[in-house]
């Protein structure tokens, strides 16, 4: 998937009134104006890339640029790979260097994150959260898909998740679905035990994401379960336990570390004069 246009333009919009503000002091009294070159992407490390809209809007809202297109989301690049990126200006490339750098960094850390997790756990579906950098969920959801996870709700207006806290205002598992249906929408339930598993599926729930369960809660919870709904684990699974968890049966896995937690990836910008 991509990030949706008017999405990423506000992000870059922000970024950029962030780091330049007035103007780049030192790029401006330095580079002639009539100044051309090229922007060269190099990986410092393993990675698949992300954020390649994002960086080609952070030149293109500064204007004078133009793109190879020889980069693109879900690529894979190795140590020491070295793609353009973007000609043009080399007053533009040197002033939006960084806040294209951030976006391509960040992003690609996602990516390439979520694409460990997948590769690790074959046949299941691995899901990003809520858990997103405020401002930037739409791009990390992306980036998230790059690295081939599925992407879950994203936000609290296009699919139903029952928590903790809704069961507590609500009485009990069963009166808030009961309440939950009056949306209509598929009803997804959080299940911390057994017993709330059980509650769930006696009241039609149609999906039961079952949270902070040992492995072996899980098988049991995924026989009891037996394909009547689709079945989903959350809470602190890491890269070293997820293989055992997809092995319990689930359908899917939520990974908050996905967006939350993900190390940006080093890469840099050489710029090279005409």
């Known amino acids: 998937m991509k990030p949706d246009p008017g999405a990423v333009e506000e992000a870059v919009r922000c970024a950029l009134a962030e780091d330049i503000g007035s103007g780049d002091v030192t790029t401006n009294s330095i580079v002639d104006p009539a100044g051309a070159g090229m922007g060269i992407v190099e990986a410092r490390q393993d990675c698949?890339?992300?954020?390649?809209?994002?960086?080609?809007?952070?030149?293109?809202?500064?204007?004078?640029?133009?793109?190879?297109?020889?980069?693109?989301?879900?690529?894979?690049?190795?140590?020491?790979?070295?793609?353009?990126?973007?000609?043009?200006?080399?007053?533009?490339?040197?002033?939006?260097?960084?806040?294209?750098?951030?976006?391509l960094q960040r992003l690609s850390g996602v990516a390439t994150l979520a694409r460990r997790f997948v590769d690790a756990a074959p046949g299941v579906q691995i899901r990003d959260t809520r858990k997103t950098?405020?401002?930037?969920?739409?791009?990390?959801?992306?980036?998230?898909?790059?690295g081939g996870g599925v992407n879950h709700r994203f936000g609290l207006f296009d699919a139903i998740l029952i928590k903790d806290n809704h069961i507590a205002v609500a009485g009990s598992i069963a009166e808030a679905i009961r309440r939950a249906r009056t949306a209509g929408m598929v009803v997804q339930v959080e299940c911390d035990t057994i017993a709330q598993v059980r509650e769930a599926l006696a009241e039609g729930a149609e999906a039961i994401?079952?949270?902070?369960?040992?492995?072996g809660m899980l098988r049991e919870a995924v026989g009891i379960i037996d394909c009547a709904a689709f079945v989903e684990a959350s809470g602190g699974i890491t890269f070293d336990s997820v293989a055992a968890v997809a092995a319990t049966g689930v359908d899917a896995i939520s990974v908050g570390a996905l967006t939350h937690s993900a190390p940006a990836i080093d890469l840099s910008l050489d710029v090279r004069p005409e």
């Open 48 to 103: 698949v890339v992300a954020g390649v809209d994002a960086a080609r809007e952070t030149f293109r809202q500064i204007g004078g640029c133009d793109f190879p297109g020889d980069l693109a989301d879900g690529d894979r690049l190795k140590e020491g790979d070295r793609v353009p990126l973007v000609i043009g200006s080399l007053r533009s490339i040197l002033t939006g260097e960084r806040v294209a750098l951030n976006f």
């Open 209 to 215: 994401l079952l949270d902070n369960m040992s492995p």
């Open 133 to 146: 950098t405020p401002g930037l969920r739409v791009l990390e959801k992306a980036a998230v898909a790059a």
